[in-house]
T-cell receptor, first 116, second 113 residues
C-alpha cells in the first residue's frame, strides 16, 4: 500500500457541486498538506496542518476548506466547485523531526478533478 | 532550465548522456533546496536536497550544485536512462517557516533511446 493514499484518483463534476478529496497516510507524519498543480504554474499550497488541532491557509485557499479528522487523515473540500478549480490535487506529508533538516514532502499519487 | 512563463522548459537527451537541469531561485533566505522528480501519472518524488551552506552534494547518479552568488541550482544526472524521463522540480525551503516550500515550474526531461 502507498504511504500517502488519495481518493478519488479522478473525478468529473458540475459547477456548484460539493466535492471532497480525501487523503490518508501511514507515514506517521504530523504535517499534512494540500497542493494544486496546474500546467505551467507548478505546485501551489492550498492548506496545511501541523497537527490535528492546527489548520493553516496556504497561498490559494479561497474556495477551499479542509478537515484534519485524525493524524492520518486530511480532507480537502470544494463547497461549490467552479471550472477554474479544474486541476490536479496532491496531498503530501512531512515530518521535520528535530526541525533542523529540509522539509521533505512525501506526495500522494494525485486526484484529478474536472469541473464542467 | 526553469522559467517563469507558462510553457514548461524541456530538455531532450540521448540515453547514456549526462543531463543538466537548471533552476533559478529568488529568496536569499532559503536554507535548503530540494529536487523532486514527477513521472507521468504520479506524485512528485524526493531525489536529493542540499543545504544552503554547501556548494555540492552527490547522490546515486545525481549531483546537485548550488551557486548562491547568482541564485542558481542545478541537478546533474549521469548516464541518463529512459526511466529518468520525467518533470523535475526544484523547491526552496525558506528559513524560519519550515512548512513553506516554494516550487519552481519544472523542467520536462525526455530521454531518447
Amino acid at each position: 500500500d502507498a504511504d500517502v493514499t488519495q481518493t478519488p484518483r479522478n473525478r468529473i463534476t458540475k459547477t456548484g457541486k460539493r466535492i471532497m478529496l480525501e487523503c490518508s497516510q501511514t507515514k506517521g507524519h504530523d504535517r499534512m498538506y494540500w497542493y494544486r498543480q496546474d500546467p505551467g504554474l507548478g505546485l501551489r499550497l492550498i492548506y496545511y496542518s501541523f497537527d490535528v488541532k492546527d489548520i493553516n491557509k496556504g497561498e490559494i485557499s479561497d474556495g477551499y476548506s479542509v478537515s484534519r479528522q485524525a493524524q492520518a487523515k486530511f480532507s480537502l473540500s470544494l463547497e461549490s466547485a467552479i471550472p477554474n478549480q479544474t486541476a490536479l490535487y496532491f496531498c503530501a506529508t512531512s515530518d521535520l523531526g528535530s526541525g533542523t533538516g529540509a522539509n521533505v514532502l512525501t506526495f500522494g499519487a494525485g486526484s484529478r478533478l474536472t469541473v464542467l | 532550465g526553469e522559467s517563469v512563463g507558462l510553457h514548461l522548459p524541456t530538455l531532450s537527451v540521448q540515453e547514456g548522456d549526462n543531463s543538466i537541469i537548471n533552476c533559478a531561485y529568488s529568496n536569499s533566505a532559503s536554507d535548503y533546496f530540494i529536487w523532486y522528480k514527477q513521472e507521468s501519472g504520479k506524485g512528485p518524488q524526493f531525489i536529493i536536497d542540499i543545504r544552503s551552506n554547501m556548494d555540492k552534494r552527490q547522490g546515486q547518479r545525481v549531483t546537485v550544485l548550488l551557486n548562491k552568488t547568482v541564485k542558481h541550482l542545478s541537478l546533474q544526472i549521469a548516464a541518463t536512462q529512459p526511466g529518468d524521463s520525467a518533470v523535475y522540480f526544484c523547491a526552496e525551503n525558506i528559513m524560519g517557516s519550515n512548512y513553506k516550500l516554494t516550487f519552481g515550474k519544472g523542467t520536462l526531461l525526455t530521454v531518447n533511446p
